[in-house]
């Protein structure tokens, strides 16, 4: 459905020999993708990727037509493929939603804070960059050698929540993926004793904005991949990315070593995660046991 939709748009626009604007260019492309490699590789992975954020969205019902969705862009490969995939599609005609993207400049070390508005301004995405210290927050609130995520998450998450609502948007757009569900699960099964993960559309706590995972089906490798060819301006993170020995950084060598021994492992586990049934496993809360019953006239 989606390669009969992609064509079908594309050769729309070539009919119709549109001039450059909102967003488009004589090359009948988004300007994200003016200068992307022309190899059938490329193109095979950029169509894969697209084809799953699509799925997605559709399958968990993300789309409401005419409304506003902030993307949160922190400057690492994900974020920057999620931004892309989505202008993307909303070129094609396919998400019918205004987008917004928007960085958090958390005051870390040595942040480059022209780099994400220079590239925003260059393909003329519309944008909010907004600051706030949370970094001095995080830092001085815990211990030094204390693992700075959790923290650091909720501050970031607390402020983005903030600024969706401000801006009149009514979903905040992430870029997790399959591999931060698949160590998440497994965070929650090994350390927290429960089965839970990331859901691809959550509601938040106080009920009145959405968050979005349209990449929860794609590889990180795939994702890795796509932004090493649209040579995305990678910013690194100098606050949790340099603390070594994280639990999650554990869990996610313990998942590709299993990748590595049986390939195709992470497929079939996030798999299951959609194929869940309650009457195997032994939660009471999740699955009524004690109204099974024997069929009349059944043997003992």
Not at 25 to 54: C, I, M, N, Q, Y
Not at 85 to 98: A, E, I, N, Q
Not at 111 to 138: C, M
């Amino acid at each position: 459905m989606l390669d009969a939709q992609e064509a079908k748009a594309s050769d729309d626009e070539t009919a119709a020999a549109r001039l450059p604007e909102g967003g488009e260019t004589a090359e009948g492309a988004h300007p994200l993708f003016r200068d992307v490699p022309s190899s059938v590789g490329f193109k095979k992975l950029r169509k894969r990727l697209l084809r799953e954020v699509r799925e997605t969205v559709e399958r968990f019902a993300m789309v409401r037509p005419g409304a506003r969705w902030l993307v949160a862009i922190s400057g690492g490969k994900d974020s920057y493929a999620l931004l892309a995939l989505l202008h993307d599609l909303k070129w094609r005609g396919l998400l019918p939603v205004d987008l917004l993207a928007c960085n958090l400049d958390q005051g870390q070390p040595n942040f480059p804070k022209h780099v994400l508005p220079q590239w925003l301004a260059r393909y003329g995405i519309a944008n909010r960059i907004e600051y706030r210290d949370t970094y001095s927050i995080v830092t001085d609130t815990l211990p030094e050698g204390a693992t700075y995520c959790s923290l650091c998450s909720r501050l970031r998450r607390g402020n983005l929540y903030r600024i969706a609502r401000e801006e009149g948007c009514e979903a905040l757009v992430l870029g997790h993926h399959r591999d931060d569900c698949l160590e998440t699960f497994f965070m929650n099964l090994l350390h927290g004793g429960r089965l839970s993960a990331m859901p691809a559309k959550l509601l938040n706590d106080e009920g009145d904005l959405f968050v979005l995972r349209p990449l929860i089906q794609s590889a990180e490798s795939d994702l890795e991949r796509f932004s090493q060819a649209m040579q995305f301006p990678i910013i690194p993170c100098d606050l949790c990315g340099s603390q070594d020995g994280l639990q999650r950084n554990l869990t996610k060598q313990m998942l590709d070593e299993i990748e590595t021994r049986y390939p195709g492992r992470k497929a079939v586990m996030m798999r299951a995660l959609s194929n869940v049934r309650p009457g195997h496993l032994v939660d009471p809360a999740a699955f009524d046991f004690a109204g099974l019953s024997i069929k009349p006239g059944s043997d003992a």
